[in-house]
């Protein structure tokens, strides 16, 4: 599966599309006072998202300065070779020649009449038949967004979650593998935990499922991502659908991660900090195997009223 492409298929079905994501995804755990709580009262717990093992994570930027040159009045080189970046995919290369001379030229140019040049500029690379002129406006209007127009709230909403996105948001890590060596020694306790395998085919929280993209490197600008999430929007639009665009770069704010964690294999259930959204069944659960005798007889009891499968698994 290409994650990217199943993030905006979600997003362009208002994320009410059927779950595309592995039948079982699994929780590593140490035995801790949380245990039984989390299974009898079957719920996921959404950790804060500074609380995480990834210092990184959900970390975002405002930095208007980066994309605004305020001396000249004009978007500056970064803001503009990003514009371009967006539309590079769903245009010809040798449309792309000239980028770094559009940069310049808008770098420099009158306010007045830089929309129009930039509109002509983007219509020589954007897709056939598409308007590129509310493209620019809309980049403009973020640009300059004023965060006391009410007009604005929806924008104020979607900055706001970013800006306070490590405090705010909380997730529920899971993993499509039970067999990571990495996992077992640093989330279930050097195998003397356990590993829940959840089934995610029949849970009814399955559309709030998203997938991890792992990256060599994270735009955590706010403002250039939102740029890119409404560029796909209007290209997938002005194209009525025909032109699949990417609009998840917002989303993506919190999905990505850098390489280095690539073997996680994670996908994430994202929502308020500290939540307790209700947990998908369990089908079994695997124990460690330097998990001591007393938490497995434990486990095992539990298993047994519940009717879950226990696998104790061999060094």
């Not at 979600?10 to 994501?21: A, D, F, K, T, V």
């Not at 300065?65 to 803001?79: A, G, L, Q």
């Not at 493209?135 to 127009?149: G, T």
């Not at 007393?294 to 499968?309: C, G, L, R, S, V």
């Amino acid at each position: 599966m290409n994650k990217i492409e199943y993030l905006n298929k979600r997003i362009q079905l208002n994320n009410q599309c059927p779950y595309e994501g592995p039948k079982s995804l699994f929780k590593y755990r140490p035995f801790d006072e949380h245990i039984f709580d989390m299974l009898e009262n079957r719920y996921l717990y959404l950790c804060p998202a500074e609380k995480l093992d990834d210092p990184t994570e959900c970390i975002t930027s405002l930095d208007i300065d980066k994309i605004y040159n305020v001396d000249k009045d004009s978007m500056s080189e970064r803001m503009v070779d990003s514009i371009m970046r967006f539309i590079k995919p769903y245009s010809k290369e040798r449309d792309f020649e000239n980028a770094s001379i559009i940069a310049k030229t808008l770098a420099t140019m009158d306010p007045s009449n830089r929309s129009e040049y930039m509109s002509k500029q983007l219509k020589n690379a954007a897709p056939t038949n598409i308007d590129t002129a509310p493209i620019v406006k809309s980049i403009e209007e973020l640009q300059n967004l004023d965060l006391q127009d009410e007009k604005t709230d929806q924008l104020k909403w979607l900055i706001g979650l970013a800006i306070n996105a490590r405090q705010k948001i909380g997730i529920c890590s899971l993993s499509e593998n039970n067999d990571i060596d990495y996992m077992w020694k640093n989330y279930a306790a050097d195998s003397s935990g356990y590993c829940i395998e959840y089934d995610m085919e029949h849970y009814e929280g399955n559309k709030d499922i998203l997938p991890v993209i792992y990256q060599d490197e994270r735009e955590t600008n706010i403002i250039i991502q939102l740029v890119g999430s409404f560029i796909g929007q209007m290209i997938t639009g002005f194209s009525n659908g025909q032109i699949a665009a990417d609009k998840s770069h917002f989303i993506r704010l919190f999905l990505t991660k850098y390489k280095k964690w690539e073997y996680q294999n994670e996908w994430r259930l994202i929502g308020e900090a500290n939540g307790k959204p209700s947990a998908p069944s369990v089908r079994r659960i695997y124990l460690g195997k330097n998990v001591v005798d007393e938490n497995k007889q434990k486990m095992i009891q539990y298993a047994d009223k519940n009717k879950i499968e226990v696998v104790i698994l061999k060094g």
